[in-house]
């Protein structure tokens, strides 16, 4: 095979404005005039519409023919693909060139979960045998905590393990926790505190005994003010239960940074620390060193898994043909959606109570990449971004806010998840599960005419209320099992499906100014709450109005 050139980062943030190729400037065209076809037309004018809008790939079959699309409207977004340069741009991704071009770094999640002969070069040296040792010493740490090795200060063996960390160094442990739940130990007791509110740490640690207890600070940066408020809390209370003596929080505490200076200067030991490296965001950080308590809680064959799931899907990603490639088909279908169709949200519907916490971490995967408004470049987009993207699992949602999609004003793209083979089985749940799957995707479809309500007898006044126009866009995932490789799977076609979106919205996906401004912002104000003098406030009449009533609240002057 001939191999391609990789587009240099300079190349990349020249490219040309999107909405100035000819495939986005005939897809516009086409969105005018046939977009609303509706989906009753669309699947009575062809019969194999079902089998060739669905792909098939690592134990994912993915229908997308209930979305408003037809040949050439596919035919189209290949071709918008293609003139944005997608596949360079994701060439240059796993070549390791510096493509998050406002932090000047590599992006290379990828290298995380790679086998270990590969090779992925950061600045000419391979990665790859750092990742491998950096996993074998989590290894062995993890199965000390699990083979009730690693001791607390007073000798008794670890049972609880709380992760404190916020933002991409909480979502993504905290997400897989829950969904790989079936094969976490019984004999531990894993936690998530993330929130700067104390109730978090309060009622997470408030059954538990600090003797028994092992806290995994997870900071990329060490300096996160509620992941360092936490930890600076929990060094507290594990202290008191040791009459303050300082030695203890060595078998209390690990870190997981890139910052070793200050995991020091908090007190702890380098040698219990996991590194990790700049090029990975924190948002794509669940299978570093981030994931040690999900390690902890499933073991490392399991983790291993899942970390082999992730790499399935990069080589999927990387070599299927656009036509058959599931991140690069569901990101366009996205665009088209969102841009064509003025889709401003997308609900991920999955029907797996594990995956309970999926749809918040994919909130920050794909929100927090490709909520942005300049291009590589830095000027400012003429095309809409990322959608909102919200969600929870069926059916529970279905009892709440479904109504809103079926027949509210605005159009609510859905993907819904589900799994053939059930993890519990019992009873016939879970084929009432899937059913409630398949028949909220037919209703949502093609929906329900005034004259097949008519015609079902009901009175005409309450009729038009029955009403469902149907074309409400689905993709259906339909997965073979939810396991660990599954899961690694399912989270990397969303991050892909995020890069293909953010490369052709222009937009730097791996950078968070907005999250970096929040997190300068509170800086300023906390002094001004706690100072025992009446501060000088020089913020806006109403930042300065809420300063005041609060202080007056808290019998400060
Ligand atoms: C992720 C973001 C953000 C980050 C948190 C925690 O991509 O950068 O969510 O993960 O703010 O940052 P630290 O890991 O540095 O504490």
Redesign the pocket.
Known sequence: MPSRKIPSVSELVSRPATNRLPAWKALAARSRRSGRTGLRDLFAADSRRASRFTVEALGITFDHSKHLIDTKTMDLLFDLAEEAGVTGHRDAMFAGERINVTEDRAVLHVALRAPKGAVIEVDGENVVPHVHEVLGRMGRFANKVRGGRWLGHSGRPVRNVINI?????DLGPAMAYDAMRKWASDDLTVRFVSNVDANDFVEKTRDLDPEETLFIVS???FT?LE?MTNAHTARRWVLKAFDGDKAAAARHFVAVSTNAAEVEKFGIDTANMFGFWDWV???YSMDSAIGLSTMIAVGPKRFRELLDGFHDMDEHFRTAPPRRNLPMIQALIGIWNACFLDADTVAVLPYDQYLDRFSAYLQ?LEM?SNGKHVTLAGKHVSWGTCPVIWGQPGTNGQHAFYQMIHQGTRIVPCDFLVFADPVNKVGDHHDKLVANVFAQTEALAFGKTLEEILAEGVDPKVAPHKVMEGDRPTSTFLCDKLSPRMLGRLIAMYEHKVFVQGSIWRVNSFD?WG?ELGKKLAQAIIPELRSKDRPRLKHDGSTNALIRKYRGLRGRS
């Open positions: 960390g916020i933002g991409g160094s900071s990329k940066t996160t992941t965001g924190g948002r920050q927090e968070q999250v």
